[in-house]
């Protein structure tokens, strides 16, 4: 049997994992962890640069951060533009407006003393965002649209992120809070309140478009994102869309890189490969590095949608929220000194007292009544209506 024959079977195996046992792979620790370089230089505001390792898929901790490094932007010319570290393996410099004609690369000094450097590249500025639009999808979901038109001799390689931002609410409303200080509950002033919040959530899909085949430089209602019919559009949502041109090269480094990690599962997907950017070990060529940097200009736009633009009745799925599915009804409870014991330590929060018997108070679980145990703010966003 061929070693490609096990490999394919290795990969049944861990797509029948989810119906058996988890599969923990023995993979063995790399003497040396390679350097990872994630950012952009931007020839037109703040550059953002994160340095970090790899480690083993056997460990649970977070990439460590390459720390106490240093970090430059470096033209053709011999000029340079120092970064500052601030946390931890995070390295930005000044708003800057760099000089377009000029070539620009990033350039690494490790706490260590070995040295990187990025190619060389001409400096893009990105064309704006001409226009973000949304549809009712068949199923009353959303098709969010995205047009852009550049001149014909801006870049045809384009790449988006995105920040979804949706409003939500607890399974239950509270209008009471305990008061630690006086070990009293009281009615919960609204500065305070816990019902509705927001939630943000980057985007994690690669996406990446051209008009390389196009007689003009432009994209006419390309579909960016579709929003399935779920709670995120029960009241508002809304989507802030990053938009970067990019050369072919760095469109192609990223189009390898979903291609590993999209198109992976099944015996008829290729089988993983290391993706090589732009970036260079000085002392060693044949040291791998993890990462692209680029030179281009970033530009955004916001969309909303409120929850009253879209039609009713809606679907069951937008208004069920899986995370309140454990919740059970309020219950009713007398105030003493042990529920008063239960609300200081954070097990359960009084919602409201009997219409009949003020003495009784309706109680529940945290995660039922605080918005904010599902990962959002209580605090509205300075850009939501």
């Not at 809304?238 to 990019?246: G, P």
């Not at 997907?269 to 680029?294: C, F, I, K, Q, S």
Request: charged residues 20%.
């Amino acid at each position: 049997m061929t070693r490609l024959i096990l490999l394919l079977l290795l990969g049944n195996a861990l797509l029948l994992s989810s119906c058996v046992d988890r599969y923990v792979p023995d993979v063995p620790p790399t003497e040396r962890s390679n350097l990872v370089v994630d950012g952009y230089i931007n020839p037109l505001g703040s550059t953002v640069i994160k340095l970090s390792r790899t480690f083993s898929v056997n460990t649970k901790n977070t990439p460590p951060a390459e720390a106490r490094a240093q970090v430059v932007i470096q033209d053709n010319a011999g000029r340079r533009y120092p970064l500052t570290e601030a946390p931890a393996g995070t390295y930005t410099s000044a708003a800057q407006t760099l000089d377009p004609g000029r070539q620009y690369q990033l350039r690494i000094t490790t706490a260590q003393g070995r040295e990187y450097a990025s190619d060389l590249e001409s400096a893009i500025i990105t064309p704006p965002i001409a226009d973000l639009t949304w549809q009712l999808t068949d199923v009353q979901g959303v098709q969010i649209y995205l047009t852009t038109r550049a001149t014909s001799t801006d870049a045809r390689y384009y790449r988006w992120e995105y920040d979804e931002t949706y409003q939500y609410t607890s399974a239950f409303q509270s209008a009471l809070e305990y008061v630690a200080s006086s070990n009293t509950v009281e009615n919960r002033p609204a500065a305070r309140q816990i019902y509705t919040c927001w939630r943000t959530q980057p985007s994690t899909a690669i996406l990446q478009s051209n008009t390389e085949q196009l007689s003009q430089n432009v994209l006419v209602d390309y579909p960016l994102l579709l929003v399935l019919p779920d709670n995120r559009l029960k009241l508002g949502y809304s989507v802030l869309v990053r938009q970067v041109a990019q050369t072919q090269g760095e469109y192609d480094y990223w189009e390898r890189q979903r291609k590993n990690t999209e198109s992976l599962g099944t015996v008829n997907d290729p089988l993983p490969g290391r993706v090589t950017g732009n970036v260079h070990a000085l002392a060693d060529a044949a040291e791998p590095v993890l990462g692209y940097v680029g030179v281009h200009s970033v530009v955004e736009k916001r969309l909303f949608i409120d929850g009253n633009q879209l039609p009713t009745p809606r679907p069951g799925s937008v208004f069920y929220d899986p995370f309140y599915a454990p919740c059970t009804p309020p219950r009713g409870i007398l105030p003493n000194a042990f529920y008063l014991q239960q609300f200081r330590d954070g097990f359960l929060i009084p919602i409201r007292r009997d219409d009949m018997t003020p003495d009784i108070i309706y109680v529940n679980t945290p995660n039922c009544v605080d918005c904010r145990e599902r990962g959002g703010t209580n605090l509205k966003p300075s850009f939501w209506p």
